[in-house]
């Protein structure tokens, strides 16, 4: 009997691999029948496709190669902090905000951990109510959870069939302006690494060149990512083991004085924590010593663990690093930063530049723009605003404390950890994580933009959801029924 239970639990684990690879053999026909079967409109359409964890420098290298030729110049787009794909698309959409900052989440009237692995498998919750509703495409919940399957094998075979759902759901389409978004990149780049993504990216530019061929070049597209991805060996940060042994305890709920809260969903370059106002300062400190940990931060302002809708005011932001401290204040739309010992950020030179420039209040404040301009090639690319924004904007349960690890160093879920190797993730503050890019057919975009300016240079806000193809539609019923097994029903 437990003879033939291990030989049903094997069968089992080779069932998912051999499903990715008869699917991915049939996908050159599959494209071949879809652009035959589908007649193209004469009118003039634009596509924009939203790309998940596509780093700026992936695509410059790419269009050194003579790819994506179609397309203007690319631009680096800085994305929010912490560089996550529900903060970062929700600044982008501006769209509701977002329970938490990842879709495991702390929700403090509850007082509990919600948004478990069966709610991602089950596309009724993970997309239906989200952002992710808004795309006119957007693949089965459960993929993104396949390709952690034999990866990186498994994350290759999901990724093209992203692709090919896609490029089907665009030719069965009429809409004047569709709006797809294509998740398993990220995946791709966390499992895979460059060189896989680059090779997923190149297919992507023929689907283009098709696509805007069947339409007698009528076609406009425009492409953008949510935040980078930086390709380096990771390391987990042993951050639990830091706050236990400094006499806090990190645990599901704020049960106790000492109590720690520490999601861990993905496995990305950043955490946030939740705890009781009096301990952020200390939890700071401790995190902040932690192998790995480039910085922590908490606010201390006024406005300081307000949730969603609470009242203005936050102004002040501590930061606690092994190379020292640093204070960040804001008046309004301006910036202060103030070293307290060691530089943490290597601000200095740049406000001397700014004062030079008279830039600089008598109070020592600077506006959002003149940071911006300032700061937009630096190493933490727009980091003042993007502190603020990751304490006070797009999300409903915000962290009392927020850890950014140094490249290299990451935390994320133990589920993950145990089938994955990472080569690449995204999360802290630095520009390899931070850096995704925007470019189009139409328009030049500059050097660099910010998430929330795509909005109006892609007109998304213009955009009415096509009835076409998302989660589970059209698909098999794998996802939800594998929601029920990691449940237990």
């Known amino acids: 009997m437990l003879g033939r239970i291990i030989s049903l639990k094997k069968w089992r684990r080779c069932l998912l691999p051999i499903y990715l690879i008869a699917c991915c053999s049939i996908l050159p026909l599959q494209s071949w029948l879809d652009k035959a079967r589908y007649s193209h409109s004469p009118k003039s359409r634009r ?20 790819r994506f030729r ?9 994305s929010m902090f912490p560089s996550l794909t529900n903060v970062a698309m929700i600044e982008i959409l501006q769209a509701e905000d977002s329970p938490g900052y990842e879709d495991h989440y702390y929700d403090r009237e509850q007082n509990r951990l919600l948004g478990a692995i069966q709610d991602r498998l089950n596309g009724g919750k993970f997309i239906r109510g989200t952002f992710r509703q808004t795309f006119d495409y957007h693949a089965p919940a459960f993929e993104g959870s396949l390709a952690y399957v034999a990866s990186p094998l498994g994350a290759i075979a999901v990724a ?3 692709l090919s759902a896609f490029r089907k759901a665009f030719r069965k389409s009429d809409a004047p302006l569709f709006v797809a978004y294509i998740g398993e990149t990220d995946s791709l780049a966390h499992l895979g690494g460059k060189k896989p993504l680059k090779a997923l990216l190149r297919s992507l530019d023929r689907t283009v060149e098709e696509l805007i061929s069947e339409s007698d070049g009528r076609l406009e597209v425009e492409m953008f990512s949510d935040h980078g991805n930086n390709y380096a060996d990771y390391t987990e940060v042993k951050l639990n083991d830091a706050i236990n042994s400094a006499g806090f305890k990190t645990e599901k709920s704020l049960n106790h004085p000492n109590s720690v809260v520490l999601p861990k969903y993905g496995l990305v370059g950043a955490s946030t924590l939740f705890t009781h106002p009096e301990n952020r300062a200390r939890l700071a400190e401790v995190c902040a010593k932690a192998k790995g940990v480039d910085f922590a931060v908490y606010q201390s302002g006024k406005g300081a663990g307000k949730g969603a809708g609470e009242g203005a005011g936050e102004d002040v932001i501590e930061l606690v690093s092994v190379r020292g401290r640093a204070r960040v204040s804001r008046d309004g739309e301006r910036f202060r930063y103030e070293d307290v010992g060691g530089d943490p950020l290597g601000l200095l030179p740049v406000i001397e530049q700014l004062k030079s420039r008279r830039s600089v209040d008598a109070n020592g404040f600077a506006s959002r723009e003149d940071w911006w301009q300032a700061t937009m090639r630096h190493r933490y690319p727009d980091p003042l605003r993007r502190l603020f924004d990751g304490f006070s904007k797009y999300v409903k349960n915000r962290a009392d404390v927020i850890v950014s690890y140094e490249d290299g160093y990451e935390l994320g879920s133990p589920f993950l950890s145990i089938f994955a190797r990472m080569l690449a993730t995204h999360g802290n503050l630095l520009g390899g994580e931070t850096e995704g890019f925007a470019m189009s057919t139409r328009q030049e975009l ?10 109006r240079l892609f007109a998304l806000d213009k955009r009415v959801k096509a009835i076409t193809y998302f989660s589970g539609e059209g698909h098999c019923r794998l996802g939800p029924a594998m929601a029920k097994m990691s449940a237990g029903e």
């Open 47 to 66: 596509l924009v496709v939203v790309l998940d964890g596509v780093p700026y420098q992936t695509i410059a290298d790419l269009r050194a190669e003579g």
């Open 70 to 78: 179609r397309f203007k110049n690319p631009t680096r787009m800085i």
């Open 160 to 162: 093209h069939l992203d």
């Open 446 to 455: 500059g050097e660099a933009i910010r998430g929330y300016e795509l909005n």
